[in-house]
């Protein structure tokens, strides 16, 4: 099983990234997927997850309309499209999988994570 996380990089605030999630090794499309990230010195925190269809999302408040969750069964991967960043935007990002049919916001309701990617925001 790998979640590979890629699409970080440095970006002014303002500017857009879009992070992807490649999945191997397990049945995707039975999976609902999260983003979560991680910002130094703080707790990992929901960003957004998306259900196993990919017809039902939820964000967490402070990206709400800055970014998009979405998902290509047919290539196993997801996707984050981030507008609008800000510097508070700044960590680590993860993906991780939960073998439900809608995703959590809750960490511990995932079964497989991926190695993270870092976006850095510059002010």
């Known amino acids: 099983v790998q979640l590979q996380a890629s699409g970080g990089g440095l970006v002014q605030a303002g500017g857009s990234l879009r992070l992807s999630c490649a999945a191997s090794g397990f049945t995707f499309d039975g999976y609902a997927i999260g983003w979560f990230r991680q910002a130094p010195g703080k707790e990992r925190e929901f960003v957004a997850t998306i259900s196993w269809s990919g017809g039902s999302t939820a964000y967490r408040d402070s990206v709400k309309g800055r970014f998009t969750i979405s998902r290509d069964n047919a290539k196993n991967t997801v996707y984050l499209q981030m507008n609008s960043l800000k510097p508070e935007d700044t960590a680590v990002y993860y993906c991780?999988?939960?073998?439900?049919?809608?995703?959590?916001?809750?960490?511990?309701?995932?079964?497989?994570w991926g190695q993270g990617t870092l976006v850095t925001v510059s002010s």
């Open positions: 991780a999988a939960a073998q439900t049919i809608l995703g959590h916001t809750d960490p511990r309701r995932y079964d497989y």
